[in-house]
């Protein structure tokens, strides 16, 4: 037995979301007594490979299939199952990103596993075998029990961190058949919006709303997100006005996101934008209206006008890179 843990990676370079997908998978093989097999698609390099014994991985599948190396759902579920049956991993963990949303109930599928996505916690393995999710686009928790063999967990980015295991990994190649019905649908381009921070893989993200006025106003939210290492968000009617493009619409209806530090600068605070954005770890709050309902959700509040403020932000902040 063992639990196998699927890392995403682009242009060859693991996330960081799938280096705490491995952290994650370590602490449940510890408390399982068990240990932690990867699994890698597409075309990573062994000194890259290896750095997934850093968070605890004693064994990484290989899978180089060149049909595989932009993600192909169907295909890759297939894989990832194949592989949890040759390595007898009951427990397959992976992030819920993007990606793992589209997986993780194909993998479950394949493996009549039962599946709980959106895990914030490690989960209770005294007896039963429960795991904490978000629910109702993260306004409330719930714990789902697992009673089958085999379990599915996609883990919610930054809900576990990342967390250094010294392992030897030892690597070694799998290339289980790849069935041509599995590969109807392929990537045969992706074209990158920006070459800035990724925003659902974002640890800092530094979002506007209606109170910027206009489009012509984010330089000073785009300066503070440059100095932060940050990537920008909006607020729906934002987008809807095309101030800014539709990949920053954060929310019920947008991009679901779990920062560590979410800086919201003239947003109201609506229930369905903090549906996306309310299980970040720290929330700051800049608005001018001391009623705002964001402000509930705080952990930090300025209420003030927001061109006073994020400037002198900036000003500081430069100050003290300096
Ligand atoms: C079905 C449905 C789905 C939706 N999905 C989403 C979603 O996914 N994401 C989303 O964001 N919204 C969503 N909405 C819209 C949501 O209800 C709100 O209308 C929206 O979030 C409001 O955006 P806002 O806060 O930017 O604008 P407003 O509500 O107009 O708020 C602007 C805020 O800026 C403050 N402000 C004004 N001037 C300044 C200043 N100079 N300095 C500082 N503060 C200032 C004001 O006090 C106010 O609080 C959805 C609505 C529906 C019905």
């Not at 894989?79 to 990103?97: C, M, Q, R, T």
């Not at 947008?254 to 299980?279: D, E, K, M, T």
Request: glycine share 8%; net charge negative.
């Amino acid at each position: 037995m063992s639990v196998l843990v699927y890392v995403e990676q682009a242009e060859g370079k693991f996330k960081k979301s799938g280096y705490e997908a491995v952290s994650y998978a370590f602490a449940i093989a510890q408390n399982l007594n068990t240990n932690v097999v990867a699994i890698s698609i597409g075309n990573v390099d062994s000194s890259e490979l290896a750095t997934l014994g850093n968070y605890g991985a004693s064994k990484v599948l290989n899978v180089g299939n060149p049909q595989l190396e932009k993600i192909v759902n169907q295909a890759y579920a297939a894989v990832i199952a194949e592989a949890a049956k040759k390595e007898n991993a009951n427990v397959v963990v992976l992030s819920n990103s993007f990606s793992g949303k589209g997986l993780a109930p194909r993998i479950a599928v394949k493996l009549n596993a039962g599946l709980v996505d959106g895990a914030v916690e490690l989960p209770q393995t005294n007896g039963e075998f429960s795991v904490k999710k978000t629910a109702f686009s993260g306004k409330a928790f719930a714990v789902t029990t697992l009673s089958s063999e085999n379990k599915v967990i996609a883990l919610n980015p930054n809900a576990f961190g990342t967390k250094e295991n010294a392992t030897n990994a030892s690597i070694e190649d799998f290339s289980p058949e790849v069935k041509s019905s599995d590969l109807t649908a392929m990537v045969k381009e992706i074209i990158r919006a920006t070459d800035k921070v990724s925003l659902p893989d974002a640890e800092i993200v530094v979002s506007g709303g209606r109170g910027l006025k206009g489009p012509e106003n984010w330089g000073m939210v785009e300066e503070l997100a440059d100095l932060l290492g940050a990537a920008t968000a909006c607020s729906k009617p934002v987008s809807d006005a095309d101030w800014r493009p539709h990949s920053e619409h954060v929310g019920q209806t947008g991009i679901a996101i779990s920062p560590n530090l979410y800086i919201a600068i003239g947003i109201s605070g609506a229930i369905q934008h903090l549906a996306g954005v309310s299980s970040s770890k720290v929330i700051v709050v800049i608005n001018k209206d001391p009623e705002a309902p964001f402000f509930k959700v705080a952990d930090y509040g300025i209420v003030g006008d927001a061109f006073e403020v994020v400037p002198k932000i900036i000003a500081a902040l430069k100050n003290h890179k300096a």
